[in-house]
């Protein structure tokens, strides 16, 4: 992208350069931000609308405060492009979400300028409290802040840091990006005017003074109290953070610099817990982020001009077979009520919140409060429905055993983006969830290999009167249909899909592609696990008896995976049969796009093929060694069963 079309943004290649310019220019300067992010991400693709909306406080957050001595705590990462581009990214935009190029999140790898590095929403009051405590303690003048928007304010552990925050002696701000829930409407000039002059040196001094001065005067505090709540009170929403401890200022205009400029200006003068309301507008720039923010929240490549997506895959995705299936099964069973914690369009529920809204809850960003939700709509005789991503579903692993699989309630988890997730990337991986759930009593797991399977174990699951989960990767699957039909699968049953000589490929979910074409080159047996837990004990001690090598196959971290599962049962036998375990080896995966990942994995069918060569040389020269490999670019990580 030419400097030329961005002479001011193209001098910017740190926050001490934006620092530099005068106030005067700042208004330029945001409107190329803008225009260079759009082109940016029409390009590359990523989290589009928020940042939009966040160009003219990002500009004024670095122009205020002196970072990276000060930090900027941005919550999870989708509004921090623009920071990004500022603080010395922008020549690196155009690797964005690629492998070897910048994260779409934030990462304290990456740059010294991301303090802190998240993926996941509602952490950074909670971490901005700590490195605000970790000044105090040291007695450094550092500054923290947090951002946060409205949607991550939905979340329990947002709220979790405020009340601890409020009872900490620290200088602390919090700024609510709210774009979207709009707390109380933005009142024009007159608010902003009174936002400056409630953050101003003349108001806080008068404030707190007067509560110095008037400690003994019990009757007179309590008047200025009251006379302070009212008047507050009738101009701004503010009496909840009020009761929390903070000092509240807002709603502002996030679009209006000069606004911005002065109210921050005024809140790094003061110590103590302040909280900063703005109102901006997602999509902020762009027409069409503008009119559809949820489509442009986070986008593939796309036509700038037009707003219209190149040219994807015709095979249906995996998201997709849920969101019929949930329709389905809906329409033939009015007990089933479907559960998403803020996922709608993500986990595919757009046309069941449409055809059957009296039983479609969102809860926000709230896991913990999902499943224990579910867990009391099963109470009641209702089979609830929950929509969640592996990686999500980690904060709410309490619940799962305490509220669901103790009292074994029949509770459904539709679990999207297992396994690798591309562009991504570690943050966003669903690769640990077997391994939390496989060691709970009462769970069935199951792991679809195509479309067609995944509606099957869909009804499978929720036919079982008990806890059930379905794990199914992001993205489309080899193009099977899927039929119409509601029936399920029998439990705990595996499908031999080839049959070979002396080596068995036991594959679960979505690598069985892979390990059939592998088995192609060396006339290897290939099973269809299906089933995580309960395991089909017959088919695998038959292949274990069988053959001379057994090869485990999953798209899932190797520690605890299901190949362990098989590790265990062998073991429980006394089955001395040879194996080796493949799947993501024990580091996070980067970004990248996912056919690339899963070679750097070696879960392709040339990463397979390679491990189960490596390994069966071997046999030629021991017979008691059991290997358990993950291949890593061309490396077999080996350890033992």
């Given at each position: 992208?030419?400097?030329?079309?961005?002479?001011?943004?193209?001098?910017?290649?740190?926050?001490?350069?934006?620092?530099?310019?005068?106030?005067?220019?700042?208004?330029?300067?945001?409107?190329?931000?803008?225009?260079?992010?759009?082109?940016?991400?029409?390009?590359?693709?990523?989290?589009?609308?928020?940042?939009?909306?966040?160009?003219?406080?990002?500009?004024?957050?670095?122009?205020?405060?002196?970072?990276?001595?000060?930090?900027?705590?941005?919550?999870?990462?989708?509004?921090?492009?623009?920071?990004?581009?500022?603080?010395?990214?922008?020549?690196?935009?155009?690797?964005?979400?690629?492998?070897?190029?910048?994260?779409?999140?934030?990462?304290?790898?990456?740059?010294?300028?991301?303090?802190?590095?998240?993926?996941?929403?509602?952490?950074?009051?909670?971490?901005?409290?700590?490195?605000?405590?970790?000044?105090?303690?040291?007695?450094?003048?550092?500054?923290?802040?947090?951002?946060?928007?409205?949607?991550?304010?939905?979340?329990?552990?947002?709220?979790?840091?405020?009340?601890?925050?409020?009872?900490?002696?620290?200088?602390?701000?919090?700024?609510?990006?709210?774009?979207?829930?709009?707390?109380?409407?933005?009142?024009?000039?007159?608010?902003?005017?009174?936002?400056?002059?409630?953050?101003?040196?003349?108001?806080?001094?008068?404030?707190?003074?007067?509560?110095?001065?008037?400690?003994?005067?019990?009757?007179?505090?309590?008047?200025?109290?009251?006379?302070?709540?009212?008047?507050?009170?009738?101009?701004?929403?503010?009496?909840?953070?009020?009761?929390?401890?903070?000092?509240?200022?807002?709603?502002?205009?996030?679009?209006?610099?000069?606004?911005?400029?002065?109210?921050?200006?005024?809140?790094?003068?003061?110590?103590?817990?302040?909280?900063?309301?703005?109102?901006?507008?997602?999509?902020?720039?762009?027409?069409?982020?503008?009119?559809?923010?949820?489509?442009?929240?986070?986008?593939?490549?796309?036509?700038?001009?037009?707003?219209?997506?190149?040219?994807?895959?015709?095979?249906?995705?995996?998201?997709?077979?849920?969101?019929?299936?949930?329709?389905?099964?809906?329409?033939?069973?009015?007990?089933?009520?479907?559960?998403?914690?803020?996922?709608?369009?993500?986990?595919?529920?757009?046309?069941?919140?449409?055809?059957?809204?009296?039983?479609?809850?969102?809860?926000?960003?709230?896991?913990?409060?999902?499943?224990?939700?579910?867990?009391?709509?099963?109470?009641?005789g209702q089979k609830p429905v929950v929509a969640i991503y592996s990686t999500f579903l980690q904060r709410a692993y309490d619940q799962l055993i305490h509220d669901i699989a103790l009292q074994d309630l029949d509770v459904t988890l539709a679990i999207d983006r297992a396994g690798l997730v591309g562009a991504d990337g570690a943050t966003h991986a669903g690769v640990f969830d077997i391994s939390f759930l496989r060691c709970v009593p009462n769970m069935l797991i199951m792991a679809p290999a195509d479309e067609r399977e995944c509606r099957q174990m869909l009804s499978t699951a929720y036919h079982h009167e008990g806890p059930a989960a379905v794990r199914y990767p992001r993205g489309t699957g080899p193009g099977v249909e899927t039929g119409t039909g509601l029936e399920p699968l029998p439990l705990g049953k595996a499908a031999i899909c080839r049959r070979g000589r002396r080596i068995a490929i036991l594959a679960f979910g979505s690598v069985l592609e892979a390990a059939l074409a592998a088995a192609d080159e060396i006339d290897a047996s290939v099973v269809n696990m299906r089933y995580v837990k309960p395991l089909d004990r017959e088919v695998v001690l038959a292949m274990a008896q069988q053959h001379d090598l057994l090869v485990t196959v999953e798209e899932h971290a190797?520690?605890?995976?299901?190949?362990?599962?098989?590790?265990?049962?062998?073991?429980?036998?006394?089955?001395?049969?040879?194996?080796?375990?493949?799947?993501?080896?024990?580091?996070?995966?980067?970004?990248?796009?996912?056919?690339?990942?899963?070679?750097?994995?070696?879960?392709?069918?040339?990463?397979?093929?390679?491990?189960?060569?490596?390994?069966?040389?071997?046999?030629?020269?021991?017979?008691?060694?059991?290997?358990?490999?993950?291949?890593?670019?061309?490396?077999?990580?080996?350890?033992?069963?």
């Open positions: 992208m030419s400097e030329f079309h961005y002479p001011l943004l193209g001098t910017i290649d740190s926050p001490a350069d934006l620092r530099g310019l005068g106030e005067r220019q700042l208004e330029q300067l945001a409107s190329e931000l803008r225009e260079f992010l759009i082109e940016s991400v029409a390009t590359t693709g990523g989290h589009l609308a928020a940042g939009l909306g966040t160009v003219e406080l990002t500009i004024a957050l670095h122009y205020t405060f002196n970072t990276p001595q000060d930090r900027l705590v941005w919550d999870i990462g989708h509004q921090a492009y623009p920071h990004k581009i500022l603080t010395g990214r922008r020549d690196a935009m155009d690797g964005l979400r690629q492998q070897g190029g910048l994260s779409g999140f934030l990462s304290r790898e990456e740059s010294e300028y991301d303090a802190f590095g998240a993926g996941h929403s509602s952490t950074s009051i909670s971490a901005a409290l700590g490195m605000a405590m970790a000044a105090r303690q040291t007695g450094s003048d550092r500054r923290a802040v947090a951002i946060i928007g409205d949607g991550a304010m939905t979340a329990g552990m947002a709220y979790e840091a405020l009340n601890n925050a409020g009872d900490s002696d620290c200088d602390l701000l919090v700024v609510l990006n709210d774009n979207e829930m709009s707390i109380s409407p933005n009142r024009g000039a007159l608010q902003n005017h009174l936002s400056r002059l409630l953050s101003g040196r003349l108001y806080t001094g008068m404030r707190e003074g007067s509560k110095h001065i008037l400690t003994n005067m019990p009757g007179a505090r309590r008047f200025l109290g009251r006379w302070e709540e009212h008047v507050k009170g009738m101009i701004m929403p503010g009496t909840l953070f009020e009761e929390l401890g903070f000092n509240y200022i807002g709603p502002i205009n996030g679009h209006d610099l000069p606004t911005l400029l002065s109210t921050l200006r005024n809140l790094r003068g003061l110590h103590g817990r302040q909280f900063l309301h703005v109102v901006t507008r997602k999509g902020k720039g762009y027409h069409h982020a503008e009119q559809d923010p949820c489509y442009f929240h986070g986008v593939s490549p796309f036509n700038r001009e037009t707003g219209e997506p190149h040219t994807g895959s015709s095979r249906k995705t995996y998201t997709g077979v849920f969101s019929d299936w949930l329709c389905d099964m809906a329409d033939a069973d009015e007990r089933l009520v479907g559960i998403t914690p803020a996922m709608c369009e993500g986990s595919g529920m757009q046309r069941f919140a449409e055809q059957h809204a009296g039983r479609y809850y969102d809860v926000g960003i709230a896991e913990q409060h999902a499943l224990t939700f579910a867990a009391g709509l099963a109470c009641e190797i520690a605890g995976g299901a190949g362990s599962a098989v590790n265990e049962l062998l073991a429980a036998e006394h089955c001395n049969s040879r194996t080796i375990n493949l799947g993501v080896p024990d580091r996070f995966i980067d970004h990248g796009d996912h056919a690339g990942q899963l070679a750097r994995c070696g879960l392709d069918a040339s990463g397979i093929l390679a491990a189960i060569t490596a390994s069966d040389a071997s046999l030629q020269t021991t017979d008691t060694q059991s290997v358990t490999a993950g291949h890593d670019k061309q490396e077999n990580l080996r350890g033992y069963r």
